[in-house]
């Protein structure tokens, strides 16, 4: 492959790790990232590839580019409940306004574009597991509302581009996933579990920890947005791991995998925190034959390695 391609949120957690997937399979890449919560780190070992370019823009803003663009893939957007409770606004605006300008963007090249979307669209979910036909339970006025009312805004945006302006759309859902360079303060359970464990401080169990989720390691995430960009799929198609596992076992498991001394302390459950999350995979098996290969377990193995690191190491 040798295309243009746009990464939005480009110096994020997942963003960065698609960007160097796509300059691997030989592709250009410019960044774009105003880092509010993406950093330049996360992309400096990519800065000395002549194919990449890092350009900070606030995609809320209007820009333009002087490249012609083949692909556009827009991950712009915070991601973690933390974000959702500071910086609401912020996160509105960018899945209306900041998706509006990247669609455009793509209409303009005539560009195959992909939306990051989110299991959140599902909400507290009354059907289990998740299948894309599944329309959701959001509560529209809470305090997650601004992400997923966020992303579902986005994802009626993109498909209105779709049909009325016929621009070739792909939209991804993505289910809870971890790896490598996610922020330590990012507030979600496996940073601050891992971060916890390895300082020898009590691991924050929300709730009893009986609520599930199903984490997908990034390596994985990526290869799946890849496969569905270049398939020929134009509705929503989860991306995550189908294994579902309580909080309190991913809390149990870090302690054992850091060799840990901390305890367990229960802390309150957060507002409309979902109770049971996990991906229906078919769609993604069918249409886009993807799969996830990492074991969580693995995964968990190599994002300890990444935290125990005294620098950044990119
Ligand atoms: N969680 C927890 N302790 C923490 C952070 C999160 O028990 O220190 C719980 C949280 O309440 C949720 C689950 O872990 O039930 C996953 O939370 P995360 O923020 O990672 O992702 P999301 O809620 O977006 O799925």
């Known amino acids: 492959m040798n295309s243009m391609i746009v990464v939005s949120g480009g110096a994020g957690f997942i963003g960065s790790h698609l960007c160097e997937r796509l300059l691997k399979e030989g592709n250009r890449v410019i960044c774009i990232d105003n880092f509010v919560t993406g950093r330049k780190e996360n992309v400096q070992h990519l800065l000395q590839d002549e194919k990449f370019s890092l350009v900070e823009q606030d995609i809320t803003k209007p820009f333009s580019l002087d490249e012609k663009v083949e692909q556009v893939y827009n991950m712009a957007s915070p991601a973690s409940p933390v974000d959702f409770a500071k910086i609401p606004l912020e996160i509105?605006?960018?899945?209306?306004?900041?998706?509006?300008?990247?669609?455009?963007?793509?209409?303009?090249?005539?560009?195959?574009?992909?939306?990051?979307?989110?299991?959140?669209?599902?909400?507290?979910?009354?059907?289990?597991p998740q299948k894309e036909t599944y329309w959701g339970n959001v509560n529209s006025i809470g305090e997650r509302s601004c992400y997923d009312e966020g992303k579902r805004f986005s994802e009626a945006l993109v498909m209105a581009y779709a049909r009325e302006k016929e621009l070739e759309t792909r939209i991804v859902r993505i289910f809870n996933t971890f790896g490598p360079r996610m922020r330590k303060d990012?507030?979600?359970?496996?940073?601050?579990?891992?971060?916890?464990?390895?300082?020898?401080?009590?691991?924050?169990?929300?709730?009893?920890?009986?609520q599930t989720r199903s984490f997908c390691f990034v390596s994985d995430q990526v290869d799946g947005q890849i496969k569905l960009m270049n398939s020929g799929y134009g509705l929503p198609v989860n991306v995550g791991n189908p294994v579902e596992i309580t909080i309190l076992?991913?809390?149990?498991?870090?302690?054992?995998?850091v060799e840990s001394k901390s305890k367990i302390d229960f802390k309150p459950l957060p507002k409309d925190d979902p109770t049971r999350r996990m991906p229906d995979i078919s769609l993604a098996k069918k249409e886009i034959g993807w799969q996830p290969k990492v074991k969580w377990e693995d995964g968990l193995k190599q994002t300890i390695d990444w935290f125990k690191k005294p620098f950044f190491p990119g």
């Open 92 to 128: 509105l605006a960018v899945n209306s306004v900041g998706t509006r300008n990247m669609l455009d963007l793509a209409s303009l090249n005539k560009a195959r574009f992909l939306e990051s979307s989110t299991s959140e669209v599902y909400g507290e979910p009354l059907e289990h």
């Open 186 to 210: 990012d507030g979600r359970a496996i940073p601050n579990f891992v971060s916890q464990a390895l300082e020898g401080k009590p691991l924050t169990v929300y709730g009893k920890g009986k």
């Open 249 to 257: 076992e991913l809390a149990e498991k870090v302690i054992e995998l």
